[in-house]
């Protein structure tokens, strides 16, 4: 959680700063040096990307929990979380950083290239798209998989209130309610 919660900052950061010097640059009519667009745009991916994936393992986490409780315990560790939280951070960081690293063009006016960053090539966006494409779709099937589990969770408990002839339970309710909190979540 405090991973996430770092990568959402950063982000909000990183947009505070970036919209602002966008104003300042059309304030004064002027546009920023290629170098400056290429760190605001690393900035602003390296922390939306972070934020993406840091949800999407909070989610695997969530998901082990809930669907394999009886071997969470032997397989989430704080050791294997921190390798989780690094191995975000450094994707993240080598996804952002591409454009910086190289992956751009001489100038934004190139027509294969769209002018946001600095001049970034197509082929780079689409890497781009795919790559947040990935934890947002894992975030969805995950929690489909939390949502089925629970599902069926909810059934037993009703067959068995059923065939014992008995009341309504606080579990029965409890379960229908994180039922609906996932759809939610999920819409």
């Known amino acids: 959680m405090a991973n996430l919660a770092t990568s959402d ?3 909000g ?3 505070v700063f970036g919209s602002g010097a966008t104003l300042v640059y ?8 290629n170098v400056m667009s ?3 745009f690393t900035s602003i991916f390296l922390s939306g990307l972070s934020s993406a994936y840091s949800l999407m393992a909070l989610t695997a986490e969530r998901y082990w929990f809930i669907v394999h409780g009886m071997t969470y315990v ?11 939280i690094v191995v975000v951070w450094v994707w ?10 190289g992956w751009s063009c001489e100038s934004r006016v190139d027509e294969e290239c769209l002018p946001i960053g600095g001049g970034l090539p197509h082929s780079y966006v689409v890497v781009i798209l795919v790559f947040v494409f990935i934890p947002m779709a894992a975030i969805i099937l995950l929690n489909m998989g939390v949502l089925w589990c629970l ?6 408990i009703t067959a068995q209130e059923a065939a014992v002839g ?3 339970s606080v579990n029965r309710k409890s379960a229908f309610t994180i039922v609906i909190i996932t759809i939610v979540f999920l819409v």
């Open 166 to 168: 008995a009341q309504s």
């Open 38 to 40: 290429r760190f605001m």
């Open 9 to 11: 900052v950063l982000t």
């Open 92 to 101: 993240s960081g080598l996804l952002a950083a591409l454009p910086v690293l």
């Open 151 to 156: 599902w069926k969770q909810v059934n037993a």
């Open 26 to 33: 059309v304030r004064t009519d002027s546009g920023p040096p």
């Open 74 to 84: 032997n397989n989430v560790n704080n050791d294997k979380c921190t390798v989780v």
């Open 13 to 15: 950061i990183a947009f």
